[in-house]
């Protein structure tokens, strides 16, 4: 169990580098002609990019990335349809430092603005699913970890294959038949795959999972290659109730109303953007009107000491989180955010014992979470601006100042009805409004609900260091100053935020027990306060994803609660209709990650809710309801 993995450890002395876990090269040679002689001529890629409007390619073994900078510098060469978007999935277990990609690259100048985005772009070394805009049109899904594990967690449609792991001799755990059948569930009828190896193992197991194949003329001196096409349909899917039957994918250029204008809506706008599509934000307080108005808020992981769905899930999104307030800050030359550091100290002996078990595990990779005054550090972990954060997000998509009153479909369309009695037309629409989301038909049978929090700014106060978290935290402010926080209070559907001063003597009680000297400089009388109310659910995970189809899913999964076995028929889902919400005290973090999911799924991106486990999709928490289970991955059943 670990979410930490290992960097690729590279020999640059011998001809070519050379993997020292694996004893084998990278690349040698001209190793662009020979990735294009081999996987990019091998899927025949020229001539089907001529008519992809949707086109994804899957990869064993990333390595230096040179075959992806191949296939994208194709696709940007050839002519295709208007608003075509070409998907990358790509699985690595022992990746490249930034600096050793960087190194690599050196050798292929012709990739070099292209190489200079993938590295950028290259996630720190946690392990799961990490996605990433490389240009309009083109998105990475690079999977850290060991493919044998990565591969049952995956949703995708993939249309060509780079089998290029290392070599079979080298490597055979990655060419094994489980392999294979994993390959051919990911795949479109007629997907092809290739590979420079013709090993006597990798062509039994591909025909085993279905392919037929072909040996072809090798590039250098390697006689032979392999190809291969997935003959046989690809088998049904394990977890029907996940597969959404009747989702129809959006092209570029699609108008996509988000209902909300916190960091969730603030996160899809900007992903919506990235995909090609067309956001308009609805919210009659704007941008960070609600939750997400705070004076500050804490970036830091929540780690939990398993490798359970939920457990990758926040870990993934705390690293996708990371990367997003680098590239935002980057782009608008704006800093909103103060990277201090995260102390998170011990509740008790208990607590402590298990923040030991959780550094033993490297849950994080070392350079991410260390032990230190008896608790755990996050160095990258800090205190960031929540209104400049979500403006940053939203960018400048247009935002209606004006509250939504309803949801209905029209045709090949969604018409958003306004308070003031409008109705605006949009491709598709996605609720992200928090609680509010309970007010529209389509989302109130969902189990959200409200939790009202006090936040107390000081800003006059002595800042600390660093932020320090204990059930409650303390930290530096944005603008100044020490803000502490928050209360917890489970409040009705109706129930407006109120600030008290109970709440600000409790929050001032809690830092007092833990840091006496900072809790001494803080004096009522100085206090800004503010409460809000988040959304919250009862496993404390996000809803996310397409919205159900209500009576297709009570009908189809009853049986699900007596714990039948039988021929479940695949999901259904609302036409048009996904949902964000439930993303309580942790959506600062958390949102970019599950934002990023919800537009993969609207566009037909591989499924990186899946590869993580989160247990985020609608409809998988209607089939737990159903189930009567809590609201967590609801296993396979059994064939």
């Known amino acids: 169990m670990?979410?930490?993995?290992?960097?690729?450890?590279?020999?640059?002395?011998?001809?070519?580098?050379?993997?020292?876990?694996?004893?084998d090269i990278y690349f040698s040679g001209d190793g662009p002609a020979e990735a294009l002689h081999v996987f990019a001529g091998g899927n025949a890629l020229a001539e089907r990019f001529l008519s992809a409007r949707h086109f994804t390619i899957g990869e064993l073994g990333f390595g230096t990335g040179l075959n992806i900078l191949v296939a994208w510098d194709l696709w940007r060469r050839v002519e295709k349809p208007a608003g075509a978007r070409l998907e990358f999935l790509s699985f690595e277990k022992f990746p490249l430092s930034k600096d050793h990609l960087a190194r690599a690259h050196a050798a292929w100048p012709q990739f070099a603005s292209l190489s200079e985005r993938l590295i950028a772009a290259a996630p720190p070394?946690?392990?799961?699913?990490?996605?990433?805009?490389?240009?309009?049109?083109?998105?990475?899904?690079?999977?850290?970890g060991d493919a044998r594990d990565r591969l049952a967690l995956i949703d995708a449609r993939v249309d060509a294959w780079f089998l290029d792991g290392f070599a079979p001799a080298r490597n055979p755990d990655l060419w094994t038949p489980e392999i294979f059948e994993e390959l051919a569930r990911l795949s479109k009828p007629g997907a092809t795959a290739a590979t420079f190896t013709v090993a006597g193992g990798v062509r039994r197991g591909l025909q085993g999972a279905g392919f037929s194949i072909e040996k072809r003329a090798g590039f250098g001196r390697k006689r032979e290659m392999l190809t291969a096409?997935?003959?046989?349909?690809?088998?049904?899917p394990r977890a029907p109730w996940f597969a959404n039957a009747n989702l129809n994918t959006l092209s570029p250029g699609a108008k996509i109303a988000v209902i909300g204008g916190g960091v969730a809506g603030a996160s899809l706008a900007r992903e919506i953007r990235r995909a090609g599509m067309i956001a308009t934000i609805i919210d009659p307080e704007g941008i960070a009107g609600g939750a997400s108005g705070n004076p500050a808020g804490l970036i830091m992981p929540r780690l939990d000491f398993d490798d359970s769905p939920t457990a990758r899930y926040f870990r993934a999104a705390y690293a996708q989180a990371l990367t997003t307030i680098e590239e935002l800050e980057r782009e608008s030359g704006k800093s909103f955010f103060n990277p201090c550091g995260v102390h998170l100290r011990p509740l008790d002996y208990a607590d402590r014992e298990r923040q030991e078990k959780i550094l033993t595990a490297r849950l994080l990779p070392e350079e991410f979470a260390f032990a230190r005054d008896g608790g755990i550090f996050f160095p990258q972990g800090g205190v960031i601006d929540p209104v400049a954060y979500c403006a940053a997000l939203a960018g400048e998509a247009p935002i209606l100042r004006c509250k939504a009153s309803a949801i209905s479909n029209a045709d090949d369309a969604v018409l958003v009805s306004l308070a003031g009695g409008d109705s605006l037309r949009f491709d598709a629409a996605i609720i992200a409004?928090?609680?509010d989301a309970l007010r529209f038909v389509g989302a109130r049978s969902l189990p959200i609900y409200g939790v009202m929090g006090q936040i107390d700014l000081f800003p006059e106060a002595p800042a600390p260091l660093l932020a320090s978290v204990f059930g409650q935290y303390a930290a530096p402010a944005p603008g100044?100053?020490?803000?502490?926080?928050?209360?917890?209070?489970?409040?009705?559907?109706?129930?407006?935020?109120?600030?008290?001063?109970?709440?600000?003597?409790?929050?001032?009680?809690?830092?007092?027990?833990?840091?006496p000297e900072l809790a001494a400089s803080l004096h009522p009388e100085a206090?800004?306060?503010?409460?809000?109310?988040?959304?919250?659910?009862?496993?404390?995970l996000p809803v996310a994803g397409p919205l159900p189809d209500w009576n297709f899913y009570s009908g189809a999964y009853d049986d699900l609660r007596l714990g039948k076995v039988r021929d479940y028929p695949q999901g259904e889902v609302a036409p048009r209709l996904f949902i964000l919400t439930g993303l309580g005290s942790r959506g600062l973090v958390t949102a970019p990650f599950t934002a990023s999911m919800v537009v993969a799924e609207m566009i037909g991106a591989p499924d990186a809710m899946v590869t993580t486990g989160a247990a985020a999709g609608v409809a998988l928490m209607v089939a737990a309801c159903i189930a009567g289970t809590e609201l967590t991955r609801i296993q396979a059943l059994p064939d």
């Not at 803000?483 to 600000?504: K, N």
């Open 229 to 236: 096409r997935l003959e046989t349909p690809a088998p049904k």
């Open 433 to 435: 409004n928090s609680r």
């Open 480 to 515: 100044g100053g020490v803000v502490i926080g928050a209360t917890y209070q489970r409040v009705g559907a109706d129930v407006a935020p109120a600030v008290t001063a109970r709440s600000t003597c409790a929050n001032i009680d809690a830092v007092r027990s833990v840091l």
């Open 2 to 23: 670990t979410g930490g993995i290992d960097h690729a450890k590279v020999d640059w002395e011998a001809n070519a580098p050379r993997s020292i876990f694996f004893d």
């Open 125 to 144: 070394a946690i392990e799961g699913a990490h996605r990433t805009t490389l240009e309009p049109g083109v998105a990475l899904t690079l999977v850290l």
């Open 527 to 540: 206090v800004r306060s503010r409460a809000s109310v988040r959304c919250q659910t009862p496993d404390h």
